[in-house]
């Protein structure tokens, strides 16, 4: 069992950044691939970034965050990170963390993904 808590939402104006943590629990959270996915309103829950499992190695984005979002991991802090530059009005979702226990090293379908945490809003004014 992993319980994950994002922190690190607000409101920033366009062009700005942010960096969102997600604190996972459990002395495994290494073997866990990790995602970001948002969700605003009206809208379908989509793939940020994901991140694999162990060293991080590989990471994936969506494209709409491509070159302007960066995800991260510290196992020895049990935290993955997705730092937001360049945001723009778009960008405003609530933003979830999950984690991924299955066989792959990184997954970006938010079906497979086993925990979710309860997510933070991010908000960016124009």
């Known amino acids: 069992q992993v319980q994950v808590v994002e922190s690190g939402g607000g409101l920033v104006q366009a062009g700005g950044s942010l960096r969102l943590s997600c604190a996972a629990s459990?002395?495994?959270?290494?073997?866990?691939?990790m995602g970001w996915f948002r969700q605003a309103p009206g809208k379908e829950r989509e793939f940020v970034a994901a991140i694999s499992s162990w060293s991080g190695d590989t990471t994936y984005y969506a494209d709409s965050v491509k070159g302007r979002f960066t995800i991260s991991r510290d196992n020895a802090k049990n935290t993955v990170y997705l730092q937001m530059n360049s945001l723009n009005p778009e960008d405003t979702a609530l933003y979830y963390c999950?984690?991924?226990?299955?066989?792959?090293?990184?997954?970006?379908?938010?079906?497979?993904?086993?925990?979710w945490g309860q997510g933070t809003q991010v908000t960016v004014s124009s």
């Open positions: 459990g002395r495994t959270f290494s073997r866990y691939a």
């Open positions: 999950a984690a991924y226990g299955g066989p792959m090293r990184v997954q970006v379908r938010s079906w497979e993904y086993d925990y």
